[in-house]
């Protein structure tokens, strides 16, 4: 497997769990990015800087995505590493969730899994657009793939209206209505920035977090990492607007 060829890439929720076996993966690519921006809510947190440890083409920096100011002084910083390359790749992996049923959801939960969940990633890809565009745009650049330019939505199979899975293990309502209008989120996107050359495609990564209070989740942190970053190397032109999970398989919306 040649692996995910692509010059630079900002992942945000590096603090730990998913992002962080992320951007393992990433530094352990093959051909690893030139630029790595590894985005944390706290950017001296020992487990990522660990990982940084020793790697110049990992830049950890500050971003919450609720904020529009850390958005903007996050874009400031990668445009001063990827200079008129841009960005390649981003990875809006941030989020949260409130353990609910559709008795005990509050205002209180929707409202604060929305905003980092939904509204986050569009802050984030919004302020990245003008990066995004420099790297579809840079010579040579051809087709829509991760390595030109793109952004990459994890999302959840949770947040998917025909499938509706484990509604009697996890009902989550705040969290599965959150990704799915984070899913439709990746089809305005899609739509809009694809004429630019961007690709934009929602991805589930699988249960990689044990259930509270017991056992451990279906799929292991390493192995949604090697199946999610297997699928950002295969996308194409034909993918854009897509919904995929881990294991490489189309997900109905």
């Known amino acids: ?34 630029h790595i921006f590894a985005a944390c809510l ?20 500050p971003l919450d ?22 960005l390649n790749l ?23 899994v929305y905003t980092t969940n939904t509204i986050g990633p569009l802050q984030t890809s919004q302020a990245f657009l003008p990066l995004l565009k420099e790297a579809a745009e840079a010579e040579g650049q051809r087709g829509m793939s991760c390595s030109r330019a793109a952004i990459v ?20 309502v705040c969290y599965r209505c959150s990704k799915a209008a984070l899913n439709m989120l990746t089809k305005c996107l899609a739509l809009e920035y694809g004429g630019s050359g961007i690709l934009c495609v929602s991805v589930d990564p699988g249960c ?28 194409s032109a034909t993918s854009n607007g897509t919904f995929w999970n881990w294991r490489g398989q189309t997900l109905p919306w």
């Open 208 to 235: 990689v977090t044990p259930p509270l209070g017991r056992g451990t989740g279906p799929v292991t942190v390493e192995e949604s990492v090697q199946g999610v970053l297997q699928v950002l190397a295969k996308l």
């Open 90 to 112: 981003l990875i809006n992996n941030t989020g949260t969730t409130r353990r609910s049923t559709l008795a005990t959801e509050t205002a209180e939960n929707m409202t604060l």
């Open 42 to 61: 706290d950017p001296q947190g020992k487990a990522v800087n660990e990982v940084a440890l020793g790697c110049p083409s990992v830049v950890v920096l």
């Open 153 to 172: 939505n994890i999302s959840s199979v949770l947040g998917s209206i025909e499938v509706v899975e484990a509604w009697e293990e996890r009902q989550d």
């Open 1 to 34: 497997m040649e692996g995910l060829g692509v010059g630079s890439v900002l992942l945000t929720g590096c603090d730990g769990g998913l992002g962080l076996g992320l951007l393992k993966g990433l530094m352990e690519q093959p051909r690893p990015p030139r």
């Open 65 to 86: 995505v609720t904020d529009p100011n850390s958005i903007k002084a996050a874009v400031g910083k990668v445009q001063e590493k990827v200079g008129s390359a841009g």
